[in-house]
C-alpha cells in the first residue's frame, strides 16, 4: 500500500464521519484563533499605549499645578501659582544645566468654526520651544515664533482632527477660524501623530501663551510647564534641578506637601509598558488555556472516534489490513483535521485582527500564530495517534468483539 | 496434496484461575482443497472460537496449526495480516461491512490492502458484485441496504481477493429464507469452482449443503462425517 492510498482512506474515513471531523477542525480552530486574535489584542494595546506616551517625547517633564491629593496639603498655608517667571526660572543655565527648554502651559477647551463648520477642541497655549519638546511637527504652513507670543498675534497651529473637521479637503494656511469669538489665522497644520486607542492626539490646537491667555483664558496660574532635558540620560539630574528651584521659588520646605508635581515621562513609559506587557501576558495564558481546553476536546473526539471505531478497526484487520495500514489511515485523518483547523483557525485570526476593537488596532506576533498552529496539529497528531496505536495493536478478533 | 487446513492438537483456554474457560480441548482437523465443511454444535461448545483460530483472527493456546503448508504458529501479526489478505476470506453472521463506506469501497479493500492498483480494483470489485447479483447497488452504504443485500456484499467482498479459504461464521444466521437460499446459492456456486469452504450453522437444511459435517461438543469433535449428496 502506498502513501497515496493510505491519504485516500484517510480522507475516505473523514467524509464518512462529517459530523465528527467538523466538530474536530472546530475545535482546534476556535483554540488556535483565540490564542492569536488575544495575543494580537494585547500586543496592539501595548504598542498603542506606548506610541501615545512616546510621541508626547521620551525626555521631558512635565511640572503640574497642584497638589493632587498628597497627605499634607489641606495643612499647607502657601498655595503659590505656577508662573511665567517659575518656566524662566528653570531655563537658568547655571542652575539648571540640564534643563534645555521649559515651555509654559495654558490649556482652553474652546468651539472653533469655519464657515459655519464648528468643533470643539483643546487649545494649548505656549512658547515655540513647546513644539520641539513635545515632539509636535509642523508638516503644512509654520509654527508661530517667539514675535508671535511678545506680541500677543492671533496665529495658531492645528491639527489633523481639526482640519478634517472644520476643513474637510479645503487647505487651512492662511484661512482664518473663530475660537470662543476670537478670530485666528491658521499659520500651519501639525503631522498626524496617529490616534491611539485613549485619546486622539490630533484633535488639538496650538497658539502663542499671551494670546490664549488674553482672550480664552484669562490670567490665572499655568496648567503645567513642559521641560525637556538635553538628553534621556540625564533626565534625573534634570528632575532633581527643577525640584530644588520650584522648592525654593514656591517656599517649600516640606517636600511632600509640594504645591506642584513633576512627572518623568520615561518614569512613567516603563511603568505603563509593564502593565501593558502584563496585560498581554494575561490575555496570552487566558488564549492559552482556550488552546488546551481545545486539544482536550480533540482528544476526547479522537479518543471517542477510535473506540467507537474499534469494531472498525478489526474488520479491517480481519481482511488482512496490517497495523501499519491502520495507523497510517488515523494519522492521516487526524493530521488533514488538525491542519485544516489549524489553518482555519489562522485565516479566522488574520481576518478579525484587521479590525480595530474599541480603537486598539490588534498587532499579530508571528510567534503566536507559529505557536498556536505548531501546539493545535501536535496535539491533534498526538491525540490522533495514540488512541490508534492501541486500536490497532489489539488482536483483530478482540476488535472485532468490540462493542 | 498438501491440505488447506492442518490442525493439531489445538487447545484455547480463555481467562485464567477461577474464571478460566477450556473453548478447545484438542482438536485435530484436516481440510483437503475443495472441501466444503459445516461445523455444527450446541451454543458455545467452541464454533467460533474455532473458526477464529482457523482465520488467524486469534491464536490457539496450543497445538500445531499449519494452512496451505503454512505454519501459522510461527508467524508474528503482520504476517499474519498478510495471510488473512491472501489466503483468507470471511464472512460473518452480523455481516461487519464498513459503516458510511459504499458497497464498492468495502468489497475493493482487500485489493487495497494487497496492493491492487485502483483501475483494476474497480473493474474487479464491480464483476465481484455483479456476481452476487448487486451491480446496480454499487454505491449505496450499508445502511441503505437489506440484511441479504449486505450479506451478498459481503460474500463479494470475500470472493474478490481470490483466497483459498472460505470461511462463514453462521452466514444465514440473521436472514430470512429467501436470502438464505441467495447466500447458500453463492457458495455452492463458489464450490462448484473448487474453492475450501468453512461453514458454522445451527440447522441441519444449511449444513446438508456441506459435503461434510463436523459437530463439537464442550470443545472436541465429537463426529465427523461425509453427506450423501
Ligand atoms: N473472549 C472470550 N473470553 C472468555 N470466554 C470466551 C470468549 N469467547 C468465547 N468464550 C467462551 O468459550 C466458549 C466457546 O465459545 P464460542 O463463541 O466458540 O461458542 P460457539 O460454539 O460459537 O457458540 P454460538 O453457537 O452461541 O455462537 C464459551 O463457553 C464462551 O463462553
Ligand atoms: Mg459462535
Not at chain 1, 346 to 353: P, R, S
Not at chain 2, 39 to 55: D, V
Request: aromatic residues 4%.
Amino acid at each position: 500500500m502506498n502513501i497515496y492510498e493510505t491519504l485516500r482512506i484517510g480522507l475516505r474515513g473523514i467524509g464518512a464521519n462529517r459530523l465528527r471531523s467538523g466538530l474536530t477542525v472546530l475545535g482546534i480552530l476556535i483554540g488556535v484563533a483565540a490564542v492569536i486574535i488575544l495575543v494580537a489584542v494585547g500586543n496592539g494595546t501595548t504598542q498603542s499605549v506606548t506610541s501615545n506616551l512616546e510621541s508626547l517625547g521620551t525626555n521631558t517633564l512635565t511640572v503640574r499645578h497642584g497638589t493632587f491629593g498628597q497627605p499634607g496639603a489641606e495643612t499647607r498655608t502657601q498655595f503659590k501659582d505656577l508662573t511665567v517667571a517659575d518656566a524662566k526660572a528653570l531655563m537658568d543655565a547655571d542652575v539648571a544645566p540640564d534643563v534645555k527648554s521649559a515651555s509654559p502651559v495654558v490649556t482652553s477647551q474652546s468651539t472653533c468654526s469655519y464657515e459655519g463648520t464648528t468643533h470643539a477642541t483643546s487649545i494649548t497655549g505656549t512658547w515655540p520651544s513647546y513644539f520641539e519638546a513635545s515632539n509636535s511637527k509642523v508638516s503644512t504652513g509654520n509654527y508661530f515664533i517667539n514675535d508671535d507670543v511678545i506680541s500677543a498675534r492671533r496665529n495658531i497651529v492645528i491639527g489633523q482632527t481639526v482640519v478634517d473637521e472644520l476643513f474637510g479637503v479645503v487647505d487651512p494656511v492662511g484661512k482664518q477660524i473663530y475660537c470662543d469669538g476670537t478670530p485666528f489665522t491658521v499659520v500651519g497644520v501639525l503631522e498626524s501623530k496617529g490616534s491611539s486607542g485613549f485619546s486622539d492626539a490630533d484633535d488639538t490646537a496650538i497658539a502663542p501663551l499671551t494670546t490664549v491667555q488674553n482672550h480664552l483664558t484669562g490670567y490665572r496660574s499655568l496648567d503645567s510647564v513642559l521641560v525637556q532635558s538635553s538628553s534621556s540620560e540625564v533626565m534625573d539630574s534634570a528632575q532633581s534641578e527643577v525640584y530644588s528651584i520650584l522648592d525654593d521659588r514656591h517656599s517649600i520646605t516640606d517636600t511632600t506637601a509640594r504645591d506642584y508635581q513633576v512627572l518623568n515621562q520615561a518614569t512613567l513609559l516603563s511603568a505603563v509598558e509593564e502593565t501593558t506587557s502584563l496585560l498581554t501576558i494575561l490575555l496570552g495564558s487566558v488564549a492559552a488555556i482556550s488552546l488546551l481546553v481545545g486539544g482536550i476536546g480533540i482528544t476526547n473526539i479522537m479518543l471517542v472516534t477510535v473506540t467507537e471505531r474499534t469494531r472498525e478497526i478489526g474488520i479491517r484487520k480481519a481482511i488482512g489490513a496490517s497495523k501499519g495500514a491502520i495507523l497510517g489511515q488515523f494519522l492521516v485523518e487526524a493530521t488533514v483535521l488538525s491542519v485544516i483547523g489549524g489553518a482555519a483557525g489562522v485565516l479566522l485570526a488574520l481576518i478579525v485582527t484587521r479590525f480595530s476593537v474599541m480603537g486598539i488596532t490588534p498587532i499579530v506576533m508571528p510567534a503566536s500564530v507559529a505557536a498556536a498552529f505548531g501546539v493545535s496539529v501536535a496535539i491533534g497528531l498526538f491525540f490522533g495517534s495514540y488512541p490508534a496505536n492501541r486500536a490497532a495493536s489489539l488482536r483483530p478478533i478482540e476488535a472485532l468483539r468490540h462493542e | 496434496m498438501t491440505p488447506v487446513i492442518s490442525l493439531q492438537q489445538i487447545t484455547k483456554v480463555y481467562g485464567a484461575g477461577e474464571t478460566e474457560v477450556q473453548a478447545l480441548r484438542g482438536i485435530d482437523l484436516t481440510v483437503n482443497r475443495g472441501d466444503y465443511l459445516a461445523i455444527m454444535g450446541a451454543s458455545g461448545s467452541g464454533k467460533s472460537t474455532l473458526m477464529n483460530i482457523i482465520g488467524a483472527l486469534d491464536i490457539a493456546s496450543s497445538g500445531h496449526y499449519e494452512l496451505d503448508g503454512i505454519n501459522i504458529d510461527s508467524l508474528d501479526e503482520s504476517a499474519l495480516s498478510i495471510v488473512r489478505n491472501r489466503k483468507i476470506g470471511f464472512i460473518f453472521q452480523s455481516f461487519n461491512l464498513i459503516p458510511r463506506t459504499t458497497a464498492l469501497a468495502n468489497v475493493e479493500l482487500p485489493l487495497l490492502y494487497r496492493g491492487v492498483g485502483r483501475r483494476e480494483r474497480t473493474t474487479r470489485a464491480t464483476a465481484a458484485l455483479g456476481a452476487v447479483g448487486l451491480a446496480d447497488r454499487t454505491h449505496h452504504e450499508p445502511n441503505e441496504l437489506s440484511g441479504g443485500q449486505q450479506q451478498r456484499v459481503a460474500v463479494a467482498r470475500a470472493l474478490v481477493a481470490e483466497p483459498s479459504l472460505l470461511l462463514a461464521d453462521e452466514p444465514t444466521g440473521n436472514l430470512d429464507s429467501r436470502s438464505t437460499s441467495d447466500v447458500l446459492d453463492l457458495m455452492d456456486q463458489m464450490h462448484a469452482q473448487g474453492r475450501t469452504i468453512v461453514m458454522i450453522t445451527h440447522e441441519d437444511s444449511v449444513a446438508a449443503r456441506a459435503d461434510r459435517i463436523i459437530t463439537l461438543i464442550d470443545g472436541l469433535i465429537s463426529s465427523d462425517h461425509r453427506t450423501t449428496r
